[in-house]
């Protein structure tokens, strides 16, 4: 069964950092793509990065260039999200998925095969 799992999300104080992973199985993560995307309430889901198979490309939303840091760990059949400098307009549901190979229209949600669940991001003093 493929599955997509998302954690690490929290409640954490603006200037402060959380680390997002993005747990993959049921397929083989080597071959895939996987892309962040967040939504915030009352708006639409939006992509914030994107990493490609070989981790050779990334790819990061304006609004998150200099702050976030995408990696992934195909061992672990792992992909992570490190994000500094945390702004209250981060706040937002934060979803992994996948597409093959590379970052084809990253934030394009219809390129993708695959998604998790979410895990909520709060950014509050």
């Known amino acids: 069964q493929v599955q997509l799992v998302e954690s690490g999300g929290g409640l954490v104080q603006p200037g402060g950092s959380l680390r997002l992973s993005c747990a993959a199985s049921?397929?083989?993560?080597?071959?895939?793509?996987i892309g962040w995307f967040r939504q915030a309430p009352g708006k639409e889901r939006e992509g914030v990065s994107c990493?490609?198979?070989?981790?050779?490309?990334?790819y990061y939303d304006d609004s998150v260039k200099g702050r976030f840091i995408i990696s992934r760990d195909n061992a672990k059949n792992t992909v992570f999200l490190q994000m500094d400098t945390l702004k209250p307009e981060d706040t937002a549901v934060y979803y992994c998925?996948?597409?093959?190979?590379?970052?084809?229209?990253?934030?394009?949600?219809?390129?993708?095969?695959?998604w998790g669940q979410g895990t909520q991001v709060t950014v509050s003093s």
């Open positions: 049921g397929f083989n993560l080597d071959l895939y793509a």
């Open positions: 998925a996948a597409q093959l190979y590379g970052c084809s229209d990253y934030a394009g949600m219809s390129a993708y095969d695959y």
């Open positions: 990493i490609s198979y070989s981790d050779a490309f990334t």
